[in-house]
């Protein structure tokens, strides 16, 4: 009888990875964590944002500006982009404190439902102008961008 002769110098069967893909994949994973972090950053700003429509309005009333509302959610991205981008500029802020009183409702919010009926919201984020007795004025759907935002703004 013959015996086959193993040898010692048998391939492992784990083949090593390229350090390119290594490379590759880490990248890919650093730079997919900044992106959601990015996405869902907005940071601090100087509006006071209101969350009552009423108040809004009374205050609005006695200041002789008009509101603001910002329809927005916790979940939407473009949302806080837009508050990134757009509400954190100081050329903004300062306009919007001279012209509006700003709302900020949650859509998410049962308390809101009858607001987001009234004008007809069904997409995030929405940015609606009126006047104080609540006639709509102007409205965007989605993100605006700071030019066309202070367009908008100085507008009404």
């Not at 907005?42 to 309005?57: G, K, R």
């Not at 954190?88 to 409702?105: L, M, P, R």
């Not at 940015?127 to 507008?155: C, H, R, W």
């Amino acid at each position: 009888m013959k015996t086959k002769k193993i040898s010692s110098n048998v391939k492992s069967s784990k083949k090593k990875t390229h350090p390119f893909w290594s490379f590759f994949w880490l990248t890919f994973l650093v730079v997919s964590l900044w992106y959601a972090w990015y996405s869902f950053y907005a940071p601090s700003n100087n509006i006071v944002w209101e969350n009552n429509i009423e108040s809004a309005q009374k205050l609005a009333s006695n200041s002789d500006k008009n509101i603001m509302i910002f329809f927005t959610a916790e979940w939407c991205s473009p949302c806080r982009i837009m508050k990134r981008q757009v509400f954190a500029d100081k050329e903004v802020t300062k306009a919007i404190s001279e012209k509006v009183v700003t709302v900020e409702i949650d859509m998410d919010d049962p308390n809101a439902k009858a607001l987001v009926k009234q004008y007809n919201i069904g997409a995030t984020p929405t940015t609606i102008f009126i006047n104080p007795q609540g006639k709509v004025m102007d409205y965007a759907v989605g993100k605006v961008e700071k030019a066309k935002f202070l367009e908008m703004l100085l507008s009404i």
